[in-house]
């Protein structure tokens, strides 16, 4: 996630260099042909690009609204997922014997794992990563013969509650309340890998950028005409908006793919540990995760 | 789905083919006209064509939301599927006694021949394809019955789960538990079985269609005075992108019609098989679907 | 429900009759007044009809989002209707005592009646008719006694269950699980009646015919100083577009008026006949409704 | 709510009275301005106000359609209330003892009177009226010891619910279930306060109001210069047109304000007390409420 | 929240102060460079920042879209949190044994305190404020051990419930029902920080900043030929619309930031506190937090 705080020029602008460069290419292409051909090139009236510009800014509405929605269930997503380790901890509490605390205790350290491992596996990364600390190593065995990792962690806690009924310490009414929780995960879980892994309608974004160059090469046309000394700034900063605001949509589609624009995992599962640790009041709280010099991961 | 790959173009111009030789005759003809008869052809204010093409880029807009939402509704419905069929085989797991796991593998697999089944009835295909080696020749037959197959293997695992709870290898509270998962299955069907049987509203489409014409009439004719060389060029280039996007929305309004816009039922359904038997801890787990050269079914 | 096959023109056009001629006459009246009093009009800039024109297709597009969410609504309340009736079905299967097979017929054959029932009322036609066959002569008298007849329906379906319970054929858990999905049921029933007996923001859709008005009239102005011969049938075909549009919304508005357009609530009571008859191992099944000749009810 | 009957022309106008005398005293200023200093007003470009007029098309648009979308949770929050008071009836009807009719029959009512009560309270008038052949005078009495007087009614029903349950004639499970339903209430209450205490962002609305006179401003200088009979006339219509879509924005936005546009709270109500008379198979039910001339209550 | 009272001119226009300026200046400079260089400066068609003000109408619908929807959920989850605490005093008062009425109390104090202290928590300041006569001491004590403030208070109301369970004053199933309301809460107070701590796209508001600027000059110059007496005031004014609309929707995205535009979660706290008193039976009511001059927190 971007933070509030000053975003790089650069990074801003090496997202469309080389589209840039398209439209300064095509813009002195339009001028040159202009000079030389003058006579042969018939007149474009202004109102086609205006036009194609206004239909463009309409699709771009559309695309943008749909990429924020992806962006936003993604960040809802792992809301959910604070949520419900937060509850799911409270419940341990609530509902299990007292004497088992060192199993409670067990049980959420795995969950924090499987938060941690999830925000890996959907960003492609190791999904063991950063969790030695808090499963043993069995568990780390157990995860080597599921091709999904986190469902292995997910099964591992759904069979421990389910021991713990069978051996006394938790009744069945208060079993099928857990497990309500743990269905919420796999939900969350479920979610996330259909946002990961369903890619938006490919054509529509083709046939969007199609129009943006159809529309570069109109206005040049349409203001190649008057000797212009704005054509060419204005053509790649009108673009460039154009461009710009088509990317962003883009990277909100894609939410896990290990950017800067992100949804923030990462953090996000630090601050489920952090909760976790003071729920079950252990001495020791890892500290938050530090944004980077103008993201969070 | 379409996949990022390259997708050829072939494909794409495929679709319009007919659409963009009708646009080319038009301008032919208007332009034909224009050359014998210039006199008689008044002036075409080109503010008229483009209004018109921002008026079709607004309706163009909601027809792709509503498009949009649609294809993401099911993909969505696939998604819950995913996420249920994990949860059922983690709470067989955790409620049926354990000397059980026979039973437990068998609904488990048959569940898993549910999701081929929907899959491929909802493409219109055979639904009895694929699930020879998860369900007996049994259930097989019983199949026969119904005309709606996969509610048939619904059924079967909604009466085994019953006779597991009469035989007492699961408490009632458990079953209740297990029932609300199986009418999320019930559910999900038929919420599927909706956007396949529902008919995105017919005329608007036509008015849609329509108006992308009677665009290119009186776009060619307002161009067709100035002795314009890119008349024709321009008209197909700006139509083509709009009956491109409108052919993109019709193709999304319908996501199970064995097209490579689909969702990528069979893919689910395997990563679905993947699942099952990671958590069934079986020996042999199937290797997952592979993308056809731009898509994925 | 309109089907994909051709939709005759008749049909379509229909529909704007009356306003076509009013925009014909309009034209006419214009134009004459343009002949004889050609230098006592003023100059119409063609930028007011077209910035008109645009303000109508945005407004027009708010309008298509709403009815649509109306219809599509609709169409989910009664998707739902099937997804709990198939459930409800499995779930007397699973939790009746086996006995008690002959009332486990009777609920569900009543509960198809409900559905055919609430159809008819959601149409204002008669709600007893079609259901003779399902409901014995003691409930159709029962019927008398309420101004809402299938909520009539509902509650002996409640009541006969509560005696199961009494009478120890339903524990009380399984009871509980069955209320809930009479829950949905009378859910979904208030559901469809709120849309029916909701309308629409009337002075909305006043303001939108006033302003198509206002486009043809700034529009025949603004062409009628150039002595157009395509004035007449450019004010036809766009203002066509515009009201064809807005009657396709007012049409989806309203999808229990027992119009082509409607939700096709009696082909969906039939399917949950058909899959109510599969479900109960029924030797007589009801064949599927066929569509009318370019639509389906 | 307005119902399809005839609305008085005066009824729609008097809304906007006030701001079209101010549009026309501009249209004047500009016109007698224009007149005495022709020499001095520059040309205002016909596409400047066309722009404006677009973007305010464009913000209305946003503007209705949240406005139209917190009418329709309105409706749809007094659509759950009928739903959800017809499964209390089925569900004490269901669950309690037999021979416990009249306290069925007392909560019933009971919970009616907190239907009209809500509904009054909503619309900021006496919410006491309407109930007193419904409730007792205890219950009246208490009610006067709490500001927010459904939630006492509500606290009734709660309190002689668990007094059912600890008298024995309602089982725990059946208890909870119950209570389930009292939380919708309690949940549905809540929401509509919410729609009524939260005020539209007042500066959205004063920044759209604002430009539509920059419209009207600009609109004026730019046909001033032609000496244009339909100035003025075009002015008001367009700018009404504006106006009146704006304030049937803010009409929706606010639906328990005690207007015609209201969400008919008390025709609602009736239905609910229509519905609870049948079910409760009483000898009197009341009369569907009339509308008034053009809307209903 | 503002309230419908006269808002100051002064709280508005200190907002876009610094832009206006901007705005003043690049008018002044165009119009500068206009009288002396004359003859170099070519002409801008008025078509392009007409149609690039219609662009930024567009997108600053979708931003207006997004950030209302943000405000609106953040109203919502508050308006949950009402409903949920007035549901959890009537499960209190509901399940548990008479003779623990002083628990009863002190846990829906401490959860008014919870409510207290979220608001304040959310908006960054001290959310140990106005809870000392809700809780005591050591609860007081104890929220110093946790990060999260208000999750403490939560934690502090499952582990009392829980005892009261232990000890025999609650069954299992009332604890579970009474679970399920504090799981509600969780989810409340996690949707709020998700809000709180997901920042809005950045690059969009950078973009959309940037085109108004380019709108600004590209109508300067447009305008700057015509030797405009209104430029100055017509580029102020038009660019002023967009840029108070723009800051309209940076205010609603972060409704928990302290600020006039903020949920007025303060008061939503102090309805739910007078609530609770009065189902309680208090003898002492807290009155209703009055509004600020304009605007209520």
Known sequence: MLTNTKIPIAYIFRKIRVQIVYVIIIGLIVKSVAIYFIDFIPQMPIAIPAFI???ISVLLSFNLNQSYDRWWEARKIWGAIVNDSRSLVLQLQSFVSE??????????????????????????????????DLINTEDMREMDNHSNKPLALLQMNALQIANLKKDGHLTEFYHVQLN?????????????????????????????????????VTLS?????????????LLVVISGCFLLLERTATHLQDPFDNRPTDTPVTAVARTIHINTCNLLKESKTPAPLNPESFYIL
């Not at 409670?104 to 063991?128: E, F, M, T």
């Not at 919420?184 to 129009?211: C, Q, W």
């Open 180 to 216: 309500t929780t743990l269905v919420k995960f796999s939900d969350a879980m479920g979610m996330a890998e259909r946002i990961k892994n369903t890619i938006f309608p490919v054509t529509y974004r083709l046939f969007l950028h199609f129009m943006i160059y159809v529309f570069v």
């Open 99 to 132: 004497e088992k605390q060192a199993i409670i205790r067990q049980i959420a350290l795995r969950h924090v794992a499987w938060c941690y491992s999830l925000g890996q596996n959907l960003r492609g990364l190791d999904p063991k990563k950063n969790i030695e």
């Open 53 to 55: 510009g206004t239909a």
């Open 221 to 233: 046309i349409s203001l190649g005409e008057i000797d212009s000394i704005y054509e060419i700034p």
